[in-house]
């Protein structure tokens, strides 16, 4: 059993920021990874980012273009996603989810179907 509880959504205007939190158990929190996911409606579910928990390594979708950034603080079971410039196309629910294990070859999973457990979501509204 694992539980993962997403919070900081809200409604924005383009420009600003927001920072979303994923509070996890210290064993989920040490997992391989914990990625972040949106989807918006009528879309499918898309990768933004993802950090390990031993070595903080971090990986981010190209869809972002850098303004996103991921951290975590392992002292409270958190992980962060740090949001910059946000335009409406990044409207969507997002979900904080863990990676058990490592995937063969790049080790982060960016797909969905490879993640091993996933919160509830927080949705995020930018208007333009």
């Known amino acids: 059993q694992v539980q993962l509880l997403e919070s900081g959504g809200g409604s924005v205007q383009a420009g600003d920021s927001l920072t979303l939190s994923c509070v996890a158990s210290?064993?989920?929190?040490?997992?391989?990874?914990t990625g972040w996911l949106r989807q918006a409606p009528g879309k499918e579910r898309e990768f933004v980012a993802a950090?390990?928990?031993?070595?903080?390594?971090?990986y981010y979708s190209d869809s972002i273009k850098g303004r996103f950034t991921v951290s975590r603080d392992n002292a409270k079971d958190t992980v962060y996603l740090h949001m910059n410039n946000l335009q409406p196309e990044d409207t969507a629910v997002y979900y904080c989810?863990?990676?058990?294990?490592?995937?063969?070859?790049?080790?982060?999973?960016?797909?969905?179907?490879?993640?091993?457990?996933w919160g509830q979501g927080t949705r995020v509204a930018v208007s333009s």
């Open positions: 989810a863990e990676q058990f294990t490592p995937v063969t070859g790049r080790g982060f999973a960016t797909e969905w179907t490879q993640f091993d457990a």
């Open positions: 210290s064993r989920t929190m040490r997992n391989f990874a």
């Open positions: 950090i390990k928990w031993g070595g903080g390594g971090t």
